[in-house]
């Protein structure tokens, strides 16, 4: 099964079962799935934005995205539990998969069952619980299919994922007035209570810097973004900290730098078939999400600054945007080039920039980049401890 990203359709096919979200919800599908014992794939797809969900005998057994989904390892190494060099060691021993590698790390007391829980509870949240919040999205689902690459195995019982989707959904509606994105910036307030915050918030208060959005500071935290946004919900109501929306005018202008970039380094590394493909994708991509920004033979003539988009909107609009080119560089190219698309950007550009590149995740964050995140939170550790 294919998703045509340049039609903005699905590629055709018989399917058993198509149609739109409105007349059914994402739980309507899951449970008559679940219920039926249905083995097959159902594709979600939403503007440029899809998802594959691998049904076997109505569980939900694996899931992939256009965009590259984590696995547990990568969510352990970017939240410092373990160091590239221990993951690299463990696949030369053979422990290649996510499973066995985890089970290698908990008995040598790498990691505890609790950083196991926070990691697997993340994934669940960025591969199946977000589609809960997708709105008008187009669905197939082809019997006797199976997906298995590219994404990630899921091993939670299916009610309890649809249990959980749907209370997510609601408690979103609650605090989106406060959290209306996970990419609004958060700062502490100029009078906040003379009292702490709670105990369970102190953590999270502290990573609040007025620089952090809600998924960086779950990120750091350890949590997922849905619990990140329930505290800073409370926090907000209480008076501790505020939202400011991100600088739209430093966002347009890392996007404008990031697809040149990677416009430039295509023709570098001789591909410039390639590069003319990502360009007219680039322009496609922004007529059909309402943007203005446009490139002509690598060079953006038009920015989004004037756009009525709002910067959080924008940041989704432009991480989905790299997320996608980035998982198909990685499967076209070696790493040397395609990690070489982006990082010679991120190595040159002003330390603010980098920052937001990472926190946008327009490179990924392995290796010695790794090295400016945690030399921040080592920086954060020793003021605590000087306090």
């Known amino acids: 099964m294919q998703y045509d990203m340049m039609t903005n359709g699905i590629a055709s096919g018989e399917y058993d079962l198509q149609g739109k979200l409105g007349a059914f919800t994402l739980s309507d599908l899951f449970q008559m799935l679940s219920f039926s014992n249905k083995s097959g794939v159902l594709t979600l797809i939403q503007g440029w934005n899809t998802r594959t969900i691998t049904f076997q005998d109505g569980r939900i057994s694996y899931v992939a995205a256009g965009s590259r989904l984590p696995t547990m390892r990568d969510l352990l190494l970017r939240h410092g539990k373990v160091t590239r060099q221990q993951l690299d060691t463990l696949s ?125 500071i779950a990120s750091r935290a350890g949590k997922t973004q849905f619990d990140t946004a329930r505290a800073l919900y409370d926090l907000v109501k209480a008076g501790y900290v505020e939202s400011i929306p991100p600088d739209k005018q430093k966002v347009t202008e890392l996007f404008n730098m990031a697809v040149e970039s990677m416009y430039f380094k295509l023709i570098l590394f001789s591909q410039g078939r390639t590069a003319v493909e990502f360009e007219n994708q680039l322009n496609r991509f922004a007529l059909e999400n309402g943007l203005k920004v446009r490139m002509s033979q690598g060079k953006v003539l038009m920015s989004d600054q004037r756009t009525p988009i709002s910067p959080a909107e924008l940041v989704d609009l432009y991480k989905l945007f790299i997320a996608i080119q980035n998982n198909k560089f990685s499967k076209m190219f070696d790493p040397v080039v395609s990690q070489g698309l982006m990082e010679g950007l991120y190595l040159h550009t002003d330390p603010e920039f980098q920052a937001m590149m990472r926190m946008y995740e327009f490179i990924e964050i392995e290796g010695l980049l790794m090295l400016d995140m945690f030399g921040s939170d080592r920086t954060e550790s020793q003021e605590r401890a000087s306090a």
């Open 92 to 216: 030369k021993r053979g422990y290649r998969t996510d499973e066995a590698a985890i089970g290698e790390l908990k008995r040598n007391g790498s990691i505890t069952d609790a950083d196991v829980t926070s990691c697997r509870d993340q994934l669940l949240e960025i591969s199946i619980f977000t589609l809960f919040l997708w709105r008008n999205c187009k669905f197939t689902f082809k019997s006797g299919e199976i997906v298995r690459e590219g994404g990630v195995n899921v091993s939670v019982d299916s009610m309890h994922l649809i249990i959980e989707g749907t209370r997510r959904v609601d408690e979103w509606i609650e605090i989106s007035p406060i959290v209306p994105s996970v990419y609004m910036i958060y700062r502490r307030t100029s009078r906040p209570p003379a009292a702490q915050p709670p105990k369970d918030m102190r953590e999270l208060y502290r990573l609040v810097d007025g620089n952090r959005d809600v998924a960086t």
